[in-house]
Structures are given as structure tokens and as C-alpha cells.
């Protein structure tokens, strides 16, 4: 008899495959920083995808120092501001929320998103926050950033979109410098990531809805013979008698997309503040003409156009050096078809 070999259908790495809680990604881990003090993320908007043409300087290449076609993702960047800084204490059971001081002044905008503090004395919290520190109690320091959608014409909105971002460094007190000097004020990714670097992208994926197994694992379709009743979409079994529940390794109907995903290690190849550059005529489908600085990232990315996308530097750097691209062209033609 011949052996039999058949891998299962479908990855279980992202089980249970249940939908985002929210439209906005988050980040449990960031990469290790030991200089000078400086915020570890930022946020953008997918435009949509065109192509430029770059010479290829990948080491041992085959086309190595050749013109090559390169498809690339842009996202859009208006700048963010930093609304508040927060301090993570950390114990056996993991970090926790501390305090946190807020800016002065807050966009109106912002109140929208949440509700904002009132009668706030940031005297008394700059105060909790340096006792704080010097007692050793502080572990980390995190931004409390937000968008600001509205200098945008692509995104339909204009209720910014709030998230924390990891302020790196080698001293915490310096951290706290530098955070505090943030507050209120507008930051661009030219303070998190420059041209030519690699960064991992988050987004939360396209929401296909409810759908069986057949789509959402790549299972089979049964036989004529075994299909009796149209239930050839059907899984054959849903496992045996013994353990006496269904287990969750078997393919079934349930959600599929709209969860959180990174890719890891795309390549910055272009960040502008002129965007009349890379708008084609007529605008990109589905999302129109941009306004606000974007940046080109090598490949495809997670998610739907007008989705937010975040940004930080790549985790899993490895041996990558970071080069300057040479970009001969970018493709300005009409997405229209």
C-alpha cells in the first residue's frame, strides 16, 4: 500500500478566527531600543497600490544593479499629535497603567473620540508622574497619539483615531524628557523611520463575513456519491466519539477576515510631502486624491483601501542594512482602467 499523505487543510496558527474588537491594530511588543529617546510608531491610511521602477540593490541578486519593476503600497500620513504620556508600572502579572499627564490644549475634534478631561490639574499629575520615577516604579513610557482625518479628502471622516505609541530609549528618565516635550504638539514619521528602512505593517484585514468551510479552510468538495441532499459543501465529519465534544482543530462555518495581521520587515521606499507627485489622473480608485505626505512601502499590505494602517520599525531586523533606493520611475497613470 502506498503511503498516504495528506496535509490538513487550512492554518490553525490564528485560531480562533473571530473579528478584530476594533478597526485600529494594537501592538503587544516593540523592538529594542537603547538610544537616544525617540517614539517607536506612527499611523497612516491605505491609498491603494501602483508601481514604480528602481534599480535592484539586493546584494547577490540576480538582477542586481539592474532596473526592475517593483509593485508598491501608499499609504498616507498626515501628521499626529500627541494628546497625553502614559507610565506603565510592571509587576509578576504584567504591565499596568500608573498615571498619565494630558496636554493643556486638546483639538475639539478629539472630543468626539472620547470624552475629555475636565477641570484636569496637570500640576498635581506631573508631580505623581516624577514620584514615580524616582522611586523606580515607572517601566515604560507610552504616547497617547491620535490622527487627524480630517486634513484628508480620501477618509470620509473626521473623528480621529486614538492609540498608544512606545516612547524607546536607554534611560527612563530621559524618556520622560522627551515625552513631555511631545505633548500638545504635532509629530511626522520623519521622527519615527526614514527612507529606505525596514518596518513591520499592521492592519486589520478585509471583513468577508460569515462564511463555511470551504472558503475559510480550502477543504475539498465532496464526491457526487457522498454529497447526497446538495451538502457538498459539507465537512465529511465533525470528529469522533471519543473526546465527546467537537474540537476546535475542525473546519467549520464562522468568520472570515476582519482580524488583526503584520507583516513584518517591508521596505520604506519612499517618504514625501508632495503628494501631487504620486496622485494619478482621476485620482486612486476608491479613495480619490491626496493631500497629505505619504510614503511608498515595497509589496502589498493588510487590509482595505481607506483602512488604518500602523507603522513601526521592524522587530525582526536581522541582518537587513538599510539602503537608499534608487527610484528611476513612479507610475502616475489612471487607475481607471
Same mark, same amino acid.
Given at each position: 500500500m502506498p503511503k498516504i499523505n495528506r496535509p490538513r487543510r487550512g492554518s490553525l496558527a490564528f485560531s480562533p478566527r473571530k473579528r478584530a474588537k476594533s478597526p485600529i491594530p494594537k501592538y503587544q511588543s516593540w523592538p529594542l531600543y537603547e538610544g537616544a529617546p525617540?517614539?517607536?510608531?506612527?499611523?497612516?491610511?491605505?491609498?491603494?497600490? +501602483?508601481?514604480?521602477?528602481?534599480?535592484?540593490?539586493h546584494k547577490d541578486s540576480p538582477t542586481e544593479g539592474k532596473e526592475i519593476m517593483v509593485p508598491v503600497t501608499v499609504i498616507e500620513i498626515p501628521s499626529m499629535k500627541v494628546a497625553a504620556i502614559r507610565a506603565y508600572s510592571r509587576d509578576t502579572y504584567g504591565k499596568h497603567a500608573f498615571t498619565e499627564i494630558w496636554a493643556d490644549q486638546l483639538d475639539a475634534v478629539l472630543g468626539r473620540r472620547i470624552t475629555l478631561p475636565k477641570d484636569? #490639574?496637570? #500640576? +498635581? #499629575?506631573?508631580?505623581k508622574f516624577s514620584d514615580a520615577l524616582k522611586a523606580g516604579l515607572v517601566a515604560e513610557i507610552h504616547a497617547v497619539t491620535y490622527t487627524q482625518p480630517a486634513a484628508m479628502s480620501g477618509v470620509p471622516k473626521k473623528v480621529p483615531d486614538l492609540m498608544e505609541i512606545k516612547v524607546g530609549g536607554a534611560?527612563?528618565?530621559k524618556q520622560y524628557e522627551f515625552a513631555l516635550g511631545l505633548l500638545g504638539k504635532e509629530i511626522s514619521l520623519n521622527n519615527v523611520i526614514q527612507t529606505g528602512a525596514y518596518a513591520d505593517i499592521t492592519a486589520i484585514t478585509t471583513g468577508k463575513g460569515t462564511n463555511g468551510a470551504v472558503k475559510r479552510w480550502g477543504i475539498a468538495l465532496r464526491k457526487r456519491k457522498h454529497s447526497v441532499g446538495g451538502k457538498e459543501r459539507h465537512i465529511g465529519t465533525l470528529g469522533p466519539w471519543n473526546p465527546h465534544h467537537i474540537r476546535w482543530q475542525v473546519p467549520q462555518i464562522g468568520q472570515l477576515g476582519f482580524q488583526q495581521r503584520t507583516e513584518f520587515n517591508k521596505r520604506i521606499l519612499k517618504v514625501s510631502e508632495n503628494a501631487g507627485e504620486i496622485t494619478p489622473a482621476g485620482g486612486f480608485l476608491h479613495y480619490g486624491v491626496l493631500k497629505s505626505p505619504y510614503m511608498l512601502v515595497k509589496g502589498s499590505i493588510p487590509g482595505p483601501v481607506k483602512r488604518l494602517i500602523r507603522i513601526r520599525p521592524a522587530i525582526r531586523q536581522g541582518e537587513h542594512v538599510v539602503r537608499m533606493p534608487a527610484i528611476q520611475f513612479v507610475s502616475v497613470q489612471s487607475k481607471q482602467g
Open positions: 525617540v517614539l517607536q510608531g506612527f499611523a497612516g491610511y491605505k491609498v491603494g497600490m +501602483t508601481h514604480i521602477i528602481m534599480v535592484d540593490d484636569y #490639574a496637570r #500640576a +498635581t #499629575a506631573e508631580k534611560d527612563i528618565s
